[in-house]
């Protein structure tokens, strides 16, 4: 039977937080044990040119993504790993997609009428970043894509956009579904009205964060005025995302969390989170210092993964072009 197909990106803007680790990261990680999947992971370079940033640092941060990455168990021997920018039949494709996007549709998008909030400057490029997604995805002819709940609505435009190229030239495309995790939306530590996102730093826990620094963030995220350790997230949403949190690092359920701290205050179950969240994070640490002194090693990881994805994304763009009549 051919295999199932993932794939999945992280923008380099920024490094990574917790949301980004449990929204995306540990599925993509745990979907290496699955041996009837193949899986291409990548660093959507062109994506992060979208929104603000500093040209000097840019290569840096790239390097750095793909580092944290690595460092979080991404493994290169059992998924596909490799820079977006380094295989241009991405934005080739995405050219051709382009074409059949309905502004209409673009103009609907959540996460660019956030961005534009957040003030980055509506670029064309930001616009039609979920058509670039589509090509990402499509181009290696995916079932699923593993992301946050605030990727699903660009996967359902990915999904209308294989309809729509395959009603017009002839089918092609699979339409790929979301695989989402309970842990899907991680909400900010100082605002639980909002999603974790670098853009509120005080609420956004970074993977790099030192023990210090998670301890602080920790005993100072948001509860609410309940004092007993509890799940529901409608009502009581600061609360219930910080068991999530813990539910999550602890490969456990948030009702066994809730069970745990039974009888005990904020205090104790922060403490308990922080010290959780410390020995956690603190072998991905190890390994992201190991790697960012292996230059060498990085580079050549990212080569040997292009040098995979680039035969099967120029076979699909081929065929692409030819059912448009290009070729
Ligand atoms: P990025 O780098 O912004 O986010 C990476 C992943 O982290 C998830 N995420 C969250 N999950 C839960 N709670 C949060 N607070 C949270 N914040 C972020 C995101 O949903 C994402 O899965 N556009 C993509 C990158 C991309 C991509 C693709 C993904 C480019 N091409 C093709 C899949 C397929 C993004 O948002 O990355």
């Not at 992971?41 to 929104?51: E, R, V, W």
């Not at 956030?114 to 090509?135: F, I, S």
Request: aromatic share 8%.
């Amino acid at each position: 039977m051919a295999k199932k197909v993932v794939v999945s990106g992280l923008k380099p803007s920024g490094e990574l937080h917790i949301g980004n680790y449990l929204g995306a990261i540990k599925q993509l990680v745990e979907l290496q044990n699955k041996s009837d999947y193949k899986r291409f992971y990548f660093i959507a370079d062109y994506h992060a040119l979208t929104q603000n940033f500093n040209a000097k640092d840019k290569s840096k941060e790239i390097f750095n993504m793909v580092v944290d990455s690595l460092a979080t168990g991404i493994d290169p021997k059992k998924s596909v790993f490799f820079v977006q920018s380094h295989i241009s039949a991405h934005n080739n494709l995405a050219w051709i997609f382009d074409t059949i996007t309905s502004t209409g549709e673009l103009s609907r998008m959540t996460a660019f009428k956030e961005k534009v909030a957040e003030g980055h400057v509506p670029n064309a490029g930001l616009y039609a970043y979920p058509v670039l997604m589509a090509a990402d995805v499509l181009i290696y002819n995916a079932d699923f894509v593993p992301v946050g709940d605030d990727q699903r609505q660009h996967v359902e435009l990915t999904r209308t956009i294989a309809r729509t190229f395959n009603a017009r030239f002839g089918k092609m495309f699979k339409e790929p579904k979301t695989l989402n995790t309970e842990t899907s939306r991680i909400m900010s530590l100082s605002d639980p009205t909002h999603k974790m996102s670098k853009s509120i730093s005080s609420g956004c826990l970074f993977l790099s964060d030192s023990p210090d620094t998670i301890k602080k963030k920790i005993m100072s995220a948001q509860t609410d005025s309940e004092r007993t350790i509890g799940f529901d997230p409608k009502r009581r949403p600061a609360v219930s995302n910080l068991v999530s949190i813990y539910a999550a690092f602890a490969n456990t359920s948030p009702q066994k969390v809730v069970k745990k701290f039974e009888g005990k205050g904020y205090a104790d179950f922060k403490k308990d989170l922080a010290t959780l969240l410390i020995g956690k994070l603190k072998p991905i640490q190890k390994k992201r210092a190991e790697l960012l002194k292996d230059r060498k090693k990085v580079m050549k990881i990212l080569e040997s993964g292009a040098k995979t994805a680039r035969p099967i994304a120029e076979k699909t763009l081929d065929e692409a072009k030819r059912k448009v009549g290009l070729i």
